[in-house]
Protein backbone atom coordinates (compact mmCIF):
# COMPACT_ATOMS: atom_id res chain seq x y z
CA UNK A 1 0.00 0.00 0.00
CA UNK A 2 1.02 3.46 -1.22
CA UNK A 3 1.54 6.80 0.77
CA UNK A 4 0.22 9.92 -0.47
CA UNK A 5 1.16 13.28 0.54
CA UNK A 6 -0.40 16.05 0.03
CA UNK A 7 0.53 19.64 -1.36
CA UNK A 8 3.29 20.01 -3.38
CA UNK A 9 6.22 17.60 -3.20
CA UNK A 10 9.80 18.99 -2.25
CA UNK A 11 11.76 15.57 -2.97
CA UNK A 12 10.94 12.84 -5.45
CA UNK A 13 9.31 10.06 -3.75
CA UNK A 14 12.69 8.55 -3.39
CA UNK A 15 14.73 11.52 -1.96
CA UNK A 16 12.59 12.54 0.65
CA UNK A 17 14.70 12.43 3.43
CA UNK A 18 13.15 11.44 7.39
CA UNK A 19 13.45 12.60 10.46
CA UNK A 20 15.75 10.02 11.19
CA UNK A 21 17.98 10.57 8.17
CA UNK A 22 18.00 14.81 8.95
CA UNK A 23 19.01 14.18 12.34
CA UNK A 24 21.81 11.75 11.10
CA UNK A 25 23.10 14.33 8.79
CA UNK A 26 22.86 16.59 11.90
CA UNK A 27 25.13 14.69 13.67
CA UNK A 28 27.82 13.84 11.73
CA UNK A 29 28.33 17.44 10.72
CA UNK A 30 28.53 17.84 14.20
CA UNK A 31 31.47 15.37 14.52
CA UNK A 32 33.14 16.13 11.68
CA UNK A 33 36.39 17.86 12.09
CA UNK A 34 38.01 18.67 9.15
CA UNK A 35 37.81 22.57 8.93
CA UNK A 36 38.81 23.60 12.47
CA UNK A 37 42.67 23.34 11.98
CA UNK A 38 41.69 25.90 9.40
CA UNK A 39 39.75 28.52 11.99
CA UNK A 40 42.57 28.37 14.46
CA UNK A 41 45.19 28.59 12.33
CA UNK A 42 43.53 32.17 10.74
CA UNK A 43 42.98 33.00 14.66
CA UNK A 44 46.44 32.66 15.51
CA UNK A 45 47.72 34.28 12.14
CA UNK A 46 46.03 37.48 13.40
CA UNK A 47 47.14 36.96 16.99
CA UNK A 48 50.95 37.25 15.38
CA UNK A 49 50.34 39.95 12.46
CA UNK A 50 49.04 42.17 15.82
CA UNK A 51 51.82 41.10 18.10
CA UNK A 52 54.22 42.37 15.10
CA UNK A 53 52.53 45.32 14.84
CA UNK A 54 52.87 46.35 18.24
CA UNK A 55 56.62 45.26 17.99
CA UNK A 56 56.66 47.45 14.81
CA UNK A 57 54.76 50.58 16.95
CA UNK A 58 56.97 50.04 19.25
CA UNK A 59 60.52 49.85 17.91
CA UNK A 60 59.48 52.99 16.21
CA UNK A 61 58.96 54.95 19.79
CA UNK A 62 61.81 53.59 20.96
CA UNK A 63 63.78 54.85 18.12
CA UNK A 64 62.26 58.39 18.08
CA UNK A 65 62.49 58.62 22.29
CA UNK A 66 66.48 57.63 21.69
CA UNK A 67 66.83 60.38 19.17
CA UNK A 68 65.10 62.99 21.07
CA UNK A 69 67.19 61.45 24.51
CA UNK A 70 70.55 62.43 22.54
CA UNK A 71 69.77 65.67 21.21
CA UNK A 72 68.17 66.67 24.64
CA UNK A 73 71.40 65.68 26.08
CA UNK A 74 73.40 67.07 23.38
CA UNK A 75 71.49 70.28 24.11
CA UNK A 76 72.04 70.70 27.71
CA UNK A 77 75.47 69.95 27.50
CA UNK A 78 76.19 73.01 25.41
CA UNK A 79 73.59 75.03 27.25
CA UNK A 80 75.37 74.52 30.91
CA UNK A 81 78.86 75.64 29.22
CA UNK A 82 79.62 78.22 31.79
CA UNK A 83 81.66 80.18 28.39
CA UNK A 84 77.79 80.21 26.19
CA UNK A 85 77.01 83.89 25.98
CA UNK A 86 73.46 82.99 24.53
CA UNK A 87 70.33 82.27 27.09
CA UNK A 88 70.31 78.44 27.92
CA UNK A 89 66.90 78.22 26.95
CA UNK A 90 67.33 79.50 23.12
CA UNK A 91 70.46 76.73 23.06
CA UNK A 92 67.85 73.91 23.64
CA UNK A 93 65.31 74.73 21.28
CA UNK A 94 67.97 75.62 18.57
CA UNK A 95 68.90 72.15 18.94
CA UNK A 96 65.83 70.58 18.38
CA UNK A 97 64.86 72.65 16.21
CA UNK A 98 68.20 71.58 14.23
CA UNK A 99 67.76 68.00 14.79
CA UNK A 100 64.70 68.33 12.77
CA UNK A 101 62.28 67.66 16.00
CA UNK A 102 59.89 70.28 15.86
CA UNK A 103 56.43 68.32 17.54
CA UNK A 104 58.53 68.42 20.18
CA UNK A 105 56.70 69.85 23.51
CA UNK A 106 59.74 71.33 25.88
CA UNK A 107 59.35 72.37 29.17
CA UNK A 108 60.72 75.16 30.18
CA UNK A 109 64.49 74.62 30.49
CA UNK A 110 65.23 75.01 34.43
CA UNK A 111 68.29 77.16 34.79
CA UNK A 112 70.73 77.58 37.93
CA UNK A 113 74.05 79.20 37.88
CA UNK A 114 76.51 81.01 39.88
CA UNK A 115 80.02 82.17 40.08
CA UNK A 116 81.77 78.51 39.29
CA UNK A 117 78.76 76.27 38.05
CA UNK A 118 75.82 76.47 35.64
CA UNK A 119 73.16 73.95 36.01
CA UNK A 120 70.50 73.13 33.02
CA UNK A 121 67.60 70.67 33.17
CA UNK A 122 65.17 70.26 30.43
CA UNK A 123 62.03 67.74 29.93
CA UNK A 124 60.19 67.06 26.48
CA UNK A 125 58.11 64.92 24.82
CA UNK A 126 57.00 64.22 21.27
CA UNK A 127 54.05 62.55 19.85
CA UNK A 128 54.00 59.77 17.55
CA UNK A 129 50.90 58.24 15.39
CA UNK A 130 51.12 54.29 15.85
CA UNK A 131 50.73 52.32 12.58
CA UNK A 132 49.31 49.22 14.21
CA UNK A 133 47.82 49.61 17.82
CA UNK A 134 45.29 51.89 16.96
CA UNK A 135 43.23 48.96 16.00
CA UNK A 136 44.00 48.16 19.38
CA UNK A 137 42.43 51.59 20.29
CA UNK A 138 46.00 53.30 20.99
CA UNK A 139 46.22 56.34 18.63
CA UNK A 140 48.99 57.79 19.84
CA UNK A 141 52.45 57.09 21.90
CA UNK A 142 54.67 60.03 23.75
CA UNK A 143 58.48 59.85 24.11
CA UNK A 144 60.10 61.24 26.71
CA UNK A 145 63.02 63.05 27.61
CA UNK A 146 64.85 63.87 30.74
CA UNK A 147 68.45 65.51 30.47
CA UNK A 148 70.63 67.35 32.83
CA UNK A 149 74.19 69.17 32.84
CA UNK A 150 76.42 70.45 35.10
CA UNK A 151 79.38 72.69 34.45
CA UNK A 152 81.22 73.22 38.29
CA UNK A 153 84.24 73.91 38.98
CA UNK A 154 84.40 73.43 43.02
CA UNK A 155 88.37 73.71 42.63
CA UNK A 156 91.11 73.10 40.56
CA UNK A 157 94.88 72.45 41.35
CA UNK A 158 97.44 73.43 38.52
CA UNK A 159 100.92 73.34 38.01
CA UNK A 160 102.38 74.90 35.56
CA UNK A 161 105.65 73.83 34.40
CA UNK A 162 107.49 76.74 32.42
CA UNK A 163 110.78 76.55 30.58
CA UNK A 164 113.43 79.02 31.61
CA UNK A 165 116.50 77.40 30.12
CA UNK A 166 118.96 79.78 27.91
CA UNK A 167 117.45 79.72 24.54
CA UNK A 168 114.10 80.58 25.94
CA UNK A 169 116.20 84.46 25.28
CA UNK A 170 116.05 83.37 21.13
CA UNK A 171 113.60 84.88 18.93
CA UNK A 172 111.44 86.75 22.30
CA UNK A 173 110.01 83.72 23.18
CA UNK A 174 110.26 84.60 26.64
CA UNK A 175 108.90 87.97 26.33
CA UNK A 176 105.83 85.91 24.29
CA UNK A 177 105.60 83.62 27.32
CA UNK A 178 105.11 86.32 29.68
CA UNK A 179 101.55 87.57 28.57
CA UNK A 180 100.71 84.26 27.65
CA UNK A 181 100.98 82.92 30.50
CA UNK A 182 99.28 85.85 32.64
CA UNK A 183 96.40 85.62 30.42
CA UNK A 184 95.88 81.49 31.38
CA UNK A 185 96.28 82.48 35.00
CA UNK A 186 93.54 85.17 34.70
CA UNK A 187 91.63 82.97 32.90
CA UNK A 188 91.42 80.04 35.36
CA UNK A 189 91.29 81.89 37.96
CA UNK A 190 87.86 83.51 36.74
CA UNK A 191 86.18 80.42 35.79
CA UNK A 192 85.58 80.26 39.74
CA UNK A 193 85.03 81.74 43.29
CA UNK A 194 88.02 83.56 44.67
CA UNK A 195 90.19 80.51 46.58
CA UNK A 196 88.85 77.43 44.07
CA UNK A 197 91.89 77.62 41.86
CA UNK A 198 95.41 77.49 42.96
CA UNK A 199 98.38 77.65 40.40
CA UNK A 200 101.60 76.50 41.68
CA UNK A 201 104.40 77.30 38.85
CA UNK A 202 107.54 75.48 38.42
CA UNK A 203 110.32 77.46 36.74
CA UNK A 204 113.25 74.93 35.04
CA UNK A 205 116.41 74.91 33.32
CA UNK A 206 118.91 72.73 34.69
CA UNK A 207 117.26 72.30 37.89
CA UNK A 208 114.40 72.88 39.40
CA UNK A 209 114.71 76.15 42.21
CA UNK A 210 112.79 74.50 45.03
CA UNK A 211 112.95 77.76 47.03
CA UNK A 212 114.42 77.32 51.12
CA UNK A 213 110.18 77.82 52.32
CA UNK A 214 109.67 74.20 50.60
CA UNK A 215 112.16 72.69 50.71
CA UNK A 216 113.18 72.86 54.54
CA UNK A 217 110.29 70.64 55.29
CA UNK A 218 112.21 68.29 53.89
CA UNK A 219 115.13 65.90 54.94
CA UNK A 220 117.68 67.40 52.84
CA UNK A 221 122.02 67.45 53.28
CA UNK A 222 123.43 70.55 54.39
CA UNK A 223 126.43 70.74 52.77
CA UNK A 224 125.63 74.66 51.88
CA UNK A 225 122.65 76.78 52.00
CA UNK A 226 123.89 78.97 48.36
CA UNK A 227 120.53 77.22 46.84
CA UNK A 228 118.02 74.76 47.07
CA UNK A 229 117.66 72.30 44.56
CA UNK A 230 117.38 68.43 44.46
CA UNK A 231 119.29 65.64 42.81
CA UNK A 232 116.66 62.72 41.78
CA UNK A 233 117.28 58.97 41.08
CA UNK A 234 116.07 57.58 38.17
CA UNK A 235 113.53 55.59 40.73
CA UNK A 236 111.78 58.84 41.75
CA UNK A 237 110.36 59.69 38.78
CA UNK A 238 108.13 56.48 38.92
CA UNK A 239 106.45 57.81 42.40
CA UNK A 240 104.54 61.19 42.68
CA UNK A 241 104.86 61.74 46.29
CA UNK A 242 108.23 62.84 47.75
CA UNK A 243 109.00 61.76 51.36
CA UNK A 244 110.04 64.36 53.58
CA UNK A 245 111.53 62.15 56.43
CA UNK A 246 113.82 60.21 53.05
CA UNK A 247 117.20 61.68 52.57
CA UNK A 248 117.62 63.96 49.79
CA UNK A 249 121.11 65.05 47.95
CA UNK A 250 120.96 68.35 47.52
CA UNK A 251 122.51 70.17 44.26
CA UNK A 252 125.97 71.29 44.70
CA UNK A 253 126.13 75.25 43.98
CA UNK A 254 128.20 75.73 41.26
CA UNK A 255 128.59 77.86 38.29
CA UNK A 256 129.44 75.10 34.62
CA UNK A 257 128.33 77.68 32.28
CA UNK A 258 130.34 81.12 32.92
CA UNK A 259 133.41 82.45 33.99
CA UNK A 260 131.95 84.29 36.98
CA UNK A 261 134.18 85.33 40.27
CA UNK A 262 131.95 86.04 43.34
CA UNK A 263 133.21 88.43 46.04
CA UNK A 264 134.18 87.12 49.80
CA UNK A 265 132.83 85.80 51.88
CA UNK A 266 130.39 84.45 48.97
CA UNK A 267 127.20 85.28 48.36
CA UNK A 268 124.39 82.88 46.86
CA UNK A 269 123.89 85.42 43.84
CA UNK A 270 127.31 85.99 43.24
CA UNK A 271 127.46 83.22 40.00
CA UNK A 272 125.72 84.72 37.22
CA UNK A 273 124.62 81.06 36.09
CA UNK A 274 124.73 78.33 38.69
CA UNK A 275 123.24 75.01 37.54
CA UNK A 276 120.90 75.64 40.86
CA UNK A 277 119.25 78.92 39.62
CA UNK A 278 118.66 81.81 42.49
CA UNK A 279 117.88 84.90 40.19
CA UNK A 280 114.64 86.48 41.67
CA UNK A 281 111.23 84.26 39.29
CA UNK A 282 113.04 81.20 39.49
CA UNK A 283 111.64 79.37 42.69
CA UNK A 284 108.77 77.65 42.97
CA UNK A 285 105.33 78.83 43.50
CA UNK A 286 103.61 76.91 45.76
CA UNK A 287 99.30 76.80 45.28
CA UNK A 288 98.96 80.69 44.52
CA UNK A 289 95.58 81.59 44.37
CA UNK A 290 95.56 85.60 44.01
CA UNK A 291 96.09 86.26 40.19
CA UNK A 292 98.14 89.59 41.12
CA UNK A 293 100.83 87.72 42.75
CA UNK A 294 101.09 84.73 40.27
CA UNK A 295 101.21 87.54 37.40
CA UNK A 296 104.19 89.41 39.19
CA UNK A 297 105.81 85.83 39.09
CA UNK A 298 105.69 84.97 35.74
CA UNK A 299 106.92 88.98 34.85
CA UNK A 300 110.04 87.81 37.07
CA UNK A 301 111.02 85.23 34.69
CA UNK A 302 114.63 85.16 33.72
CA UNK A 303 116.09 82.74 31.33
CA UNK A 304 119.85 80.75 31.48
CA UNK A 305 121.14 77.59 31.28
CA UNK A 306 120.36 74.32 30.02
CA UNK A 307 117.11 72.19 29.86
CA UNK A 308 115.34 69.39 32.44
CA UNK A 309 111.71 68.96 31.68
CA UNK A 310 111.78 65.73 33.56
CA UNK A 311 112.72 68.05 37.21
CA UNK A 312 109.95 70.37 36.50
CA UNK A 313 107.35 67.31 35.86
CA UNK A 314 109.28 65.99 39.24
CA UNK A 315 107.93 68.69 41.09
CA UNK A 316 104.95 69.13 39.44
CA UNK A 317 103.45 65.73 40.18
CA UNK A 318 104.38 66.13 44.04
CA UNK A 319 103.04 69.42 44.26
CA UNK A 320 99.80 67.65 43.29
CA UNK A 321 99.99 64.44 45.29
CA UNK A 322 98.12 64.49 47.99
CA UNK A 323 101.19 63.09 50.37
CA UNK A 324 102.09 66.52 50.04
CA UNK A 325 99.47 67.90 51.60
CA UNK A 326 101.39 67.67 55.75
CA UNK A 327 104.15 69.83 53.92
CA UNK A 328 101.57 72.44 52.12
CA UNK A 329 100.15 72.65 56.19
CA UNK A 330 103.17 73.33 57.79
CA UNK A 331 104.07 76.14 54.67
CA UNK A 332 100.65 77.56 55.58
CA UNK A 333 101.46 77.82 59.44
CA UNK A 334 104.89 79.32 58.24
CA UNK A 335 103.09 81.94 56.27
CA UNK A 336 104.69 81.07 53.39
CA UNK A 337 101.26 79.78 51.89
CA UNK A 338 97.67 81.22 51.88
CA UNK A 339 95.28 79.56 54.35
CA UNK A 340 92.55 79.24 51.43
CA UNK A 341 95.08 76.16 50.56
CA UNK A 342 94.46 74.09 53.65
CA UNK A 343 93.67 70.42 52.78
CA UNK A 344 95.49 71.05 49.45
CA UNK A 345 96.27 69.00 47.75
CA UNK A 346 92.99 66.90 47.69
CA UNK A 347 93.06 63.52 47.42
CA UNK A 348 92.99 62.14 43.31
CA UNK A 349 89.62 60.92 43.69
CA UNK A 350 88.06 63.77 45.30
CA UNK A 351 85.13 64.52 43.08
CA UNK A 352 84.48 68.00 41.40
CA UNK A 353 88.34 68.86 41.91
CA UNK A 354 90.72 69.01 38.60
CA UNK A 355 93.89 68.03 38.62
CA UNK A 356 96.04 69.59 35.55
CA UNK A 357 99.99 70.02 34.35
CA UNK A 358 100.65 72.23 31.84
CA UNK A 359 103.86 71.68 30.50
CA UNK A 360 106.16 73.50 27.85
CA UNK A 361 109.19 73.80 26.87
CA UNK A 362 111.06 75.36 24.03
CA UNK A 363 113.74 72.54 23.11
CA UNK A 364 114.38 69.07 24.45
CA UNK A 365 116.06 67.72 27.43
CA UNK A 366 119.74 68.49 27.51
CA UNK A 367 122.29 67.63 30.05
CA UNK A 368 122.26 67.56 33.28
CA UNK A 369 125.05 68.44 35.79
CA UNK A 370 125.98 67.50 39.29
CA UNK A 371 129.32 67.66 41.66
CA UNK A 372 130.53 64.53 42.24
CA UNK A 373 130.85 63.34 46.48
CA UNK A 374 134.48 63.88 46.51
CA UNK A 375 134.26 67.67 45.74
CA UNK A 376 130.71 68.33 46.78
CA UNK A 377 131.85 68.98 50.71
CA UNK A 378 134.82 69.17 52.55
CA UNK A 379 137.92 71.24 52.24
CA UNK A 380 139.61 72.20 49.27
CA UNK A 381 142.74 72.69 47.93
CA UNK A 382 142.39 76.74 47.60
CA UNK A 383 143.73 79.03 49.80
CA UNK A 384 141.92 82.42 49.91
CA UNK A 385 143.83 85.45 51.63
CA UNK A 386 141.11 88.19 52.10
CA UNK A 387 143.90 90.84 52.91
CA UNK A 388 145.45 90.84 49.57
CA UNK A 389 142.75 89.11 47.58
CA UNK A 390 145.24 86.58 46.60
CA UNK A 391 144.83 83.00 45.87
CA UNK A 392 146.93 80.08 46.74
CA UNK A 393 146.71 76.25 45.31
CA UNK A 394 148.24 73.54 47.06
CA UNK A 395 149.23 70.47 45.22
CA UNK A 396 151.30 67.81 46.64
CA UNK A 397 154.66 67.91 45.30
CA UNK A 398 158.92 67.69 45.89
CA UNK A 399 159.45 70.78 47.72
CA UNK A 400 157.22 74.10 48.33
CA UNK A 401 153.56 73.09 47.86
CA UNK A 402 151.35 76.14 47.79
CA UNK A 403 151.16 78.01 44.56
CA UNK A 404 150.60 81.54 44.65
CA UNK A 405 148.77 83.24 42.12
CA UNK A 406 149.90 86.44 43.30
CA UNK A 407 153.68 85.72 42.15
CA UNK A 408 153.49 82.48 40.04
CA UNK A 409 155.90 80.83 42.29
CA UNK A 410 155.81 77.93 45.54
CA UNK A 411 156.17 78.58 48.54
CA UNK A 412 156.23 76.75 51.95
CA UNK A 413 152.89 78.13 53.19
CA UNK A 414 149.49 79.89 51.61
CA UNK A 415 150.09 83.26 51.39
CA UNK A 416 148.89 84.95 54.62
CA UNK A 417 149.90 82.25 56.49
CA UNK A 418 153.34 84.41 57.41
CA UNK A 419 154.43 87.14 59.33
CA UNK A 420 154.21 90.05 57.33
CA UNK A 421 150.06 90.01 56.51
CA UNK A 422 148.07 90.99 58.96
CA UNK A 423 145.76 87.57 58.52
CA UNK A 424 145.51 84.59 57.99
CA UNK A 425 144.82 82.54 54.74
CA UNK A 426 141.18 80.81 54.60
CA UNK A 427 141.30 77.08 53.48
CA UNK A 428 138.44 77.39 51.16
CA UNK A 429 135.77 74.61 51.62
CA UNK A 430 134.48 73.08 48.20
CA UNK A 431 130.63 74.50 49.03
CA UNK A 432 133.07 77.62 49.31
CA UNK A 433 134.94 77.49 46.61
CA UNK A 434 132.18 76.69 44.21
CA UNK A 435 130.10 80.03 45.10
CA UNK A 436 133.26 81.60 44.92
CA UNK A 437 134.43 80.57 41.65
CA UNK A 438 132.81 79.32 38.56
CA UNK A 439 134.29 75.81 37.94
CA UNK A 440 135.50 77.32 34.48
CA UNK A 441 137.37 79.89 36.42
CA UNK A 442 138.69 77.83 39.05
CA UNK A 443 139.92 75.70 36.42
CA UNK A 444 141.28 78.12 34.13
CA UNK A 445 142.62 80.54 35.95
CA UNK A 446 143.99 78.98 39.37
CA UNK A 447 144.25 75.67 38.95
CA UNK A 448 145.86 76.19 34.87
CA UNK A 449 148.69 78.40 36.20
CA UNK A 450 149.57 75.76 39.32
CA UNK A 451 149.57 73.02 36.37
CA UNK A 452 151.90 74.58 34.01
CA UNK A 453 154.38 76.01 37.00
CA UNK A 454 154.69 72.15 37.93
CA UNK A 455 155.55 71.00 34.85
CA UNK A 456 152.12 70.23 33.11
CA UNK A 457 149.61 72.45 31.35
CA UNK A 458 146.40 74.22 31.32
CA UNK A 459 144.30 71.36 28.96
CA UNK A 460 145.07 68.95 32.16
CA UNK A 461 143.40 71.06 34.75
CA UNK A 462 141.33 71.97 32.64
CA UNK A 463 140.59 68.52 31.99
CA UNK A 464 140.30 67.35 35.84
CA UNK A 465 138.95 70.34 36.82
CA UNK A 466 136.45 70.97 34.15
CA UNK A 467 135.90 68.40 31.35
CA UNK A 468 135.73 65.30 33.41
CA UNK A 469 134.42 67.08 36.64
CA UNK A 470 130.89 66.98 36.95
CA UNK A 471 128.30 63.96 37.38
CA UNK A 472 126.14 64.45 34.72
CA UNK A 473 122.77 62.68 33.26
CA UNK A 474 122.16 62.72 29.34
CA UNK A 475 119.37 63.89 27.59
CA UNK A 476 118.25 60.26 26.21
CA UNK A 477 118.45 59.64 30.07
CA UNK A 478 116.41 62.32 31.22
CA UNK A 479 113.47 61.63 28.46
CA UNK A 480 113.11 58.88 29.60
CA UNK A 481 112.65 59.71 33.43
CA UNK A 482 110.10 62.38 31.83
CA UNK A 483 108.30 59.75 29.99
CA UNK A 484 108.08 57.79 33.61
CA UNK A 485 107.08 60.88 35.55
CA UNK A 486 104.08 61.59 33.03
CA UNK A 487 102.94 57.85 33.30
CA UNK A 488 102.86 58.54 36.94
CA UNK A 489 101.02 61.57 36.90
CA UNK A 490 98.64 60.06 34.03
CA UNK A 491 97.84 57.58 36.08
CA UNK A 492 96.68 59.01 38.99
CA UNK A 493 94.39 60.57 36.93
CA UNK A 494 95.85 64.01 36.52
CA UNK A 495 95.33 65.94 33.40
CA UNK A 496 98.35 66.77 31.37
CA UNK A 497 98.41 69.54 28.52
CA UNK A 498 101.73 70.22 26.56
CA UNK A 499 103.11 73.02 24.87
CA UNK A 500 106.43 73.04 21.99
CA UNK A 501 106.81 76.11 22.06
CA UNK A 502 109.17 76.55 18.72
CA UNK A 503 110.64 73.07 20.12
CA UNK A 504 112.95 70.43 18.42
CA UNK A 505 111.33 67.32 16.81
CA UNK A 506 112.24 65.10 19.99
CA UNK A 507 111.19 67.84 22.23
CA UNK A 508 107.76 68.01 20.04
CA UNK A 509 107.76 64.28 20.04
CA UNK A 510 108.35 63.90 24.43
CA UNK A 511 105.85 66.31 24.69
CA UNK A 512 103.43 64.62 22.46
CA UNK A 513 104.12 61.28 24.41
CA UNK A 514 103.75 62.86 27.90
CA UNK A 515 100.55 64.62 27.10
CA UNK A 516 97.02 63.22 28.02
CA UNK A 517 95.99 62.40 24.14
CA UNK A 518 96.99 63.85 21.00
CA UNK A 519 94.50 66.93 21.08
CA UNK A 520 96.15 67.81 24.81
CA UNK A 521 99.33 68.83 22.50
CA UNK A 522 100.41 71.57 20.96
CA UNK A 523 102.77 72.67 18.16
CA UNK A 524 102.95 76.62 18.92
CA UNK A 525 105.01 79.26 17.42
CA UNK A 526 105.77 83.12 18.27
CA UNK A 527 102.76 84.82 19.71
CA UNK A 528 100.23 81.68 19.03
CA UNK A 529 101.56 80.25 22.13
CA UNK A 530 99.04 82.65 23.49
CA UNK A 531 96.33 80.66 21.30
CA UNK A 532 97.66 77.53 23.22
CA UNK A 533 97.36 79.01 26.51
CA UNK A 534 94.27 80.59 25.58
CA UNK A 535 92.85 76.63 24.45
CA UNK A 536 93.96 75.04 27.47
CA UNK A 537 92.25 76.95 29.49
CA UNK A 538 89.29 77.33 27.63
CA UNK A 539 89.23 73.26 27.64
CA UNK A 540 89.55 73.09 31.63
CA UNK A 541 86.24 73.28 32.78
CA UNK A 542 84.80 69.94 33.19
CA UNK A 543 81.33 68.91 31.78
CA UNK A 544 79.37 65.53 32.50
CA UNK A 545 76.05 64.43 32.72
CA UNK A 546 73.80 64.55 35.75
CA UNK A 547 70.97 62.75 35.17
Given at each position: ??M?F????????H???????????????????????IV?S?????????V?????D????E???????????R???A??D?????????VV?D???T????????D?????????FRM???S????????F?????VN????P?L???????D????A??LDI?????W?D?L?NLR?A??D??????A??????V???I?????????G??????????????????????D????S????????L??????????Y???????????L????????A?T??T???????A??????????????????????A???????T???V??????G???????????D????N?L?V??V???G?N????M?????R???S??W?????????V?????????????????????????T??????I??S????W?F??????A??Q????Y????????AA???W?????DT?????????L??A????????????A??????????????????S???F?????V???????A??A???Q?R???
Amino acid sequence: MSMIFKGRARYPDHKAPTRRGLRRWLCGFRRDESGVIIVFSIFFLLIILMVAGIGVDLMRFEMTRTRLQATLDRAVLAASDMQQPRDPAEVVEDYLDTAGLRDVALDAPNVSSGVNFRMVDASASIPMRTQFMHMLGVNELTAPALAGAEERIDGIEIALVLDISNSMNWNDRLVNLRPAARDFIDTVMALTEPGHVAVSIIPYNTQVNAGAALLQHYDVSTEHDYSHCVDFDDADFSSASLSTTAPLQRTGHFDYFTYASGSWPPEADDLSSPVCPTRAGTEITVFETDPAAAREKIDALTAYGNTSIDLGMKWAMTLLDPGTRGVVSDMIADGNVHPDNSGRPVDYDEPNVLKVIVVMTDGQNTTQYMLPADRREGPSDIWYHPGTDTVSVHMPRTGPEYFWLSDNAWHDDPRGNHTTDPDEAIRLSYPELWAFRSVAQNARYQYGPAYSANGSTHGAAWSDWYSTLPDTVSGPQKDIRLQDACGTAKSNDVMIYAIGFEATPNGNAQLRDCASSPSHFFDAEGVDISDAFEAIAASIAQLRLTQ
